[in-house]
Each structure stands twice: as C-alpha cells, then as structure tokens.
C-alpha cells in the first residue's frame, strides 16, 4: 500500500515500514522534494525543487543509495548536467552544460574519477579543451584551443605532470613557443618563433 506523507522542513524524523511517497515543503508551501521512501529509505526516482518552484534536480536511490541516471536543472529550467551513478559511485558518461544549454564538457567516469577522453567547450560551442585521463589524473595528450576554435597549445601529461614536447601557438595558429618538460618543469632548450616561423632560443626561468 502507498501513503503519501506531507512533510515541513523542519527537523522532521521520517520513520516508515512500507512504501511511502514523501512530499517536503519549503515554508512557504512550495514543494522541495518528492519521493518514495521504502522500509525507510529513499527508493527509486527523487525530485527536488528551487525555492520558487522551478525543478532543481531528478535523482534516482536504491536502497538511499544515488544508483542510475542524476539530472540537474539550472533555474531558468535548462539541464546542468547529467550523470550516471552505480551504488553511490560516479560511473561511465557525464554531461555538464552552460546555463544557455550549451555543453561545457563531457567525459567517462571510472570509480568518481576522470577517465579516457574528456572534451571542453567554450559558451559558443567551439572547442576549449581535449585531454586524456588515467585514474583521474591527466595522462596523455592535451590540446587547447581558443574561442574560434584555433589551436592554442598542445602537450603531454603523464600522472598529471607535464612531459615531453609542448607547443604553444599565437591566437592566429602559428606557432610561437615550444620545448620539452620533465615531471612538470621546463628541460632543455626552449624556442621561440617569429611570424616567419623562424625559431630562435628562448631562455626561461622557472
């Protein structure tokens, strides 16, 4: 049998046996969160609420556990992100958006950590950043781009430190400085280049 509880914000205990649909109010009257409770915890699908009214988020529990699909909504109603979750645990694709509904990034979780390749963007929908991930730490190549999408820099990390060669580029696309970095600091010669291409030492200090 289902009962449906109506319920204040204010240190409420809420102690059921059986399955119970749970409405919490904010004090003034406006919904807060909607769910199922089952033999006292929170089961299945969850929806809270902003203040005014408008829907903040859709969790999926099982057994009070996040387990499924997360949604999260901005209040001028466009999605915030959506995630994936196995018992408690961020797990496989991710997607974050601006408040104007454009996607900032996306990604894999492995365990609520970054994995594999996760991509950026800037508000106008061009690309900001492609990186790789290992244990959710940078591993791999990175490259950046400016917001008309021209390549700003381009790199390797490896456990989250800078290696080997890295380039970096003028708002144009030539390129402008390059050199090599060992365990996240600048080694051996560095270059600079002219508008020519023409590359000349360049010495840095760290």
Do not use: C
């Not at 089952?38 to 009070?64: C, I, M, S």
């Not at 997360?70 to 408040?99: M, P």
């Not at 600091?185 to 002219?194: H, I, P, V």
């Amino acid at each position: 049998m289902k009962n449906i509880l109506l319920l204040f914000t204010f240190g409420i205990a809420i102690q059921v046996s059986a399955q119970d649909t749970v409405i919490v109010r904010y004090p003034n009257g406006l919904i807060k969160s909607r769910g199922a409770f089952l033999n006292g915890k929170r089961e299945g699908p969850w929806k809270y609420y902003y203040p005014t009214g408008e829907l903040n988020a859709v969790q999926t529990f099982n057994h009070d556990v996040l387990h499924g699909r997360v949604h999260y909504y901005y209040i001028n109603g466009k999605t915030e992100s959506v995630e994936n979750w196995h018992n408690g645990v961020l797990q496989d694709s991710a997607f974050y958006y601006y408040d104007n509904g454009q996607l900032h990034r996306k990604g894999v979780f492995d365990h609520s950590r970054y994995a594999g390749t996760w991509v950026y963007f800037h508000p106008n929908g061009n690309k900001q950043r492609i990186i790789e991930y290992e244990n959710g730490l940078p591993n791999g190549r990175i490259e950046v781009f400016n917001e008309r999408g021209i390549l700003n820099q381009q790199g390797y990390y490896v456990s989250g430190q800078e290696y080997g060669e890295w380039k970096f580029y003028d708002d144009e696309g030539r390129l402008a400085y390059s050199g090599n970095y060992t365990a996240g600091k600048r080694s051996g010669k560095w270059y600079r280049y002219n508008r020519a291409g023409k590359p000349k030492e360049w010495k840095y200090t760290d």
